[in-house]
């Protein structure tokens, strides 16, 4: 088991399915000669040439709709979007193309491709770098979105997303890039669906995803430690189609539940896992689920601003503080 | 154009015409829902670019008004009436509708409703082909309409950069949906567009099958010999409103009387007469055989087919048991 980064691991991935098949491509903004703004490709253009790993002009609803359109003919690109707030020019072939094709033509046609994007507050980076968009993709019907929150996850999913005759949106973060993670040496492909019990516990569950996963695991650490609340957390690292089993059987164990986003938390993915809970298994509730999201604010430029419109890991341990009367 | 092509070309546009005509009044018998895109007066633009291509070989991929470009790729007009007919013996199963038509055996990607939509959906297939070093071709068919989205300069751009073998279509019938293009395009002549992308564009006579397909020839041996893409502007015009729902209050009787003498189906009528190919009263004979034909096997099919089953409504979304969503087949 080796010890790499979330961005190592991602381009290992690309590098295996690529040598593995000469149909698998990659495509988007300075991927190629300048190896990817967060060096996902490092190294693919010296190795597959120009033709597979391709710099596309800065044409996100272009390009994408290429990948879509090249996948109906047995490529199987991997398209990136270098931010997702450049995602919302490509919506129209994301959501009109590639998640609708299978079913407007009665399964004659699938588009295959795997689109990543990082979304995410990161270093200042001012409202038009910073939004996140998950919420806009997991409500689209014919669309896989999964996201992963560590090295080992980022490597499986992309793996298994590039096999998968689905379009998976893979989101990622700008702040994960060089987080490090163990992934076994060998190959290995996560699943795509599901969700994953990164700590076992009995009092509350706390759900995350990408980035917030890590927030709910040092927010267990201080309520073990410091308030005697054993928590649970529950990684969800597919968000479409969310783990209604998996959700239901974790709150109906700690019969309670939290949900860290990073995102607004209108129509978000708290909003979703709440309607999931009181659908599944509403009668297992001992307290009111709660949601800590960020402030409904465009995300801003300056440092304390931007600091404030998102939730931390202190704001986590206060909401289940308070959940259980003790804030 | 070989006589003998003339007058198998003049059969295939005539019955584009029926077919489409009879469309027409099965939606007013109420048989046909939602919106509805017919194309009558543009037949020479769809079978002269593709008597000039590999209809069933290439790719073809189109806008909303897309039942003749399925048929000529060679859909079964049985199976894209019943898809109108919303039955499950449709081409897409009854999912899809007029503007989703698809024959992917045959090579036809889909009818798209976005304007402008397929646009790069053909440069991708054009990059596929090239990775895959086969001698296919992409064509694109859409309206000049289409030529306002983003995604056309997007898709020129990037067809005339990476040099695919992609060939754009535009059917320029002078209006998008109700707004006559001079008052919505600062250009009318839509070929000079692409002047600014560096590959070669022509303007054709679309009404004359002749005239389309001699260029067409041109662009299809340019794009399959690997020199890049090719820009066809057929100049046309629709003689029925943009949908069903359309008024048709926006042009001049004049002005449709004036494309009206100018029909694609009756110039080549008329030449084939001339040449002495032809007779008016076989062209007349030809003509109720294929609207017998039409009702007797096509509609006669619609009828008789069965609705998809709402228990099947959500087949179709995903893949069904793809191994990969469990992380691979082990």
């Known amino acids: ?327 | 154009m070989k006589l003998e092509d003339k007058k198998r070309v003049l059969r295939e546009m005539l019955y584009a015409r029926r077919f489409e005509e009879r469309c027409y009044e099965a939606y007013v018998e109420r048989k046909i829902g939602g919106f509805l895109h017919l194309y009558p007066g543009q037949e020479a633009c769809c079978h002269g670019v593709l008597e000039a291509a590999r209809p069933g070989y290439d790719y073809v991929i189109t806008g909303y008004r897309d039942h003749v470009h399925a048929i000529k790729c060679g859909a079964d007009p049985k199976e894209v009436m019943a898809e109108l007919f919303g039955k499950e013996t449709g081409s897409s199963k009854g999912r899809g509708g007029s503007m989703h038509i698809f024959d992917v055996k045959h090579r036809f990607m889909g009818g798209y409703a976005l304007v402008g939509g397929p646009f790069p959906l053909a440069v991708g297939m054009a990059k596929g082909i090239k990775l895959k070093s086969t001698d296919e071709i992409s064509i694109c068919f859409l309206g000049d309409a289409a030529n306002n989205q983003g995604t056309f300069h997007e898709s020129l751009n990037i067809a005339a950069v990476w040099q695919l073998p992609v060939l754009f279509v535009c059917e320029n019938n002078l209006y998008g949906i109700g707004t006559r293009i001079d008052r919505s395009t600062a250009v009318i002549d839509q070929h000079k567009r692409v002047c600014g992308y560096g590959f070669p564009s022509v303007q054709v006579d679309g009404q004359d099958i002749e005239a389309v397909y001699e260029a067409a020839k041109i662009a299809v041996n340019h794009v399959r010999s690997g020199k890049g893409p090719y820009f066809l502007e057929l100049m046309t015009y629709r003689y029925r409103g943009h949908s069903m729902s359309d008024s048709n209050k926006y042009r001049s009787k004049d002005e449709e009387a004036e494309w009206t003498k100018r029909d694609p189906i009756y110039i080549l009528r008329d030449r084939l007469i001339k040449e002495k190919a032809l007779t008016l009263d076989e062209y007349k004979k030809m003509d109720q055989t294929i609207i017998d034909e039409i009702e007797n096997e096509v509609i006669r099919f619609c009828e008789e087919s069965p609705e998809p089953k709402v228990e099947d409504l959500q087949k179709y979304v995903l893949a069904d048991n793809d191994p990969w969503v469990k992380g691979g087949a082990r």
Request: glycine letters at 8%; charged letters at 20%.
């Open chain 1, 1 to 327: 088991m080796a010890e790499m980064m979330y961005w190592e691991a991602i381009r290992r991935a690309h590098d295996e399915e690529m040598s593995r098949d000469p149909l698998v491509i990659c495509m988007g903004e300075d991927i190629g000669v300048a190896g990817g703004t967060y060096k996902a490709t490092q190294g693919l253009y010296d190795k597959y040439g120009p033709e597979r790993v391709i710099d596309t002009p800065i044409s996100e609803n272009g390009y994408t709709g290429v990948g879509i359109g090249a996948s109906f003919v047995g490529i199987r690109p991997i398209i990136e979007i270098m931010s997702v707030n450049f995602a919302w020019l490509a919506m129209d072939q994301i959501f009109n193309s590639a998640a609708k094709v299978r079913y407007m033509s009665g399964g004659q046609l699938e588009a295959p491709v795997v689109i990543r994007s990082p979304g995410g507050t990161a270093h200042q980076l001012g409202a038009q770098h910073s939004a996140r968009m998950e919420k806009v993709f997991m409500g689209v019907a014919g669309l896989r979105v999964v996201t992963p929150s560590n090295p080992r996850q980022a490597y499986g999913l992309l793996k298994s997303a590039i096999r998968c005759n689905d379009p998976v949106f893979i989101n990622e973060h700008e702040l994960m890039y060089n987080m490090k993670g163990e992934v076994p040496d060998a190959e290995f492909f996560h699943p795509l669906e599901g969700s994953e019990v990164t700590r076992a516990g009995r009092d509350v569950t706390l759900f995350g995803y990408n980035i917030s996963v890590h927030w709910c695991l040092s927010a267990a650490d201080i309520l073990a430690k410091q308030h005697g609340i054993d928590a649970e957390v529950v990684d969800l690292y597919s968000l479409s189609p969310l783990d209604r089993a998996g959700i239901a059987a974790s709150v109906s164990k700690t019969h309670r539940a939290l949900i860290a986003e990073e995102a607004e938390a209108s129509v978000g993915v708290g909003a979703e896992v709440m309607a999931i809970i009181n659908e599944q298994c509403f009668f297992e509730l001992d307290a009111a689920p709660v949601r800590v999201s960020a402030v409904n604010v465009p995300v801003p430029y300056n440092h304390k601003l931007e600091k404030a419109s998102i939730p931390n890991t202190n704001d986590v341990v206060a909401a289940v503080l308070k959940m259980f009367g003790k804030a």
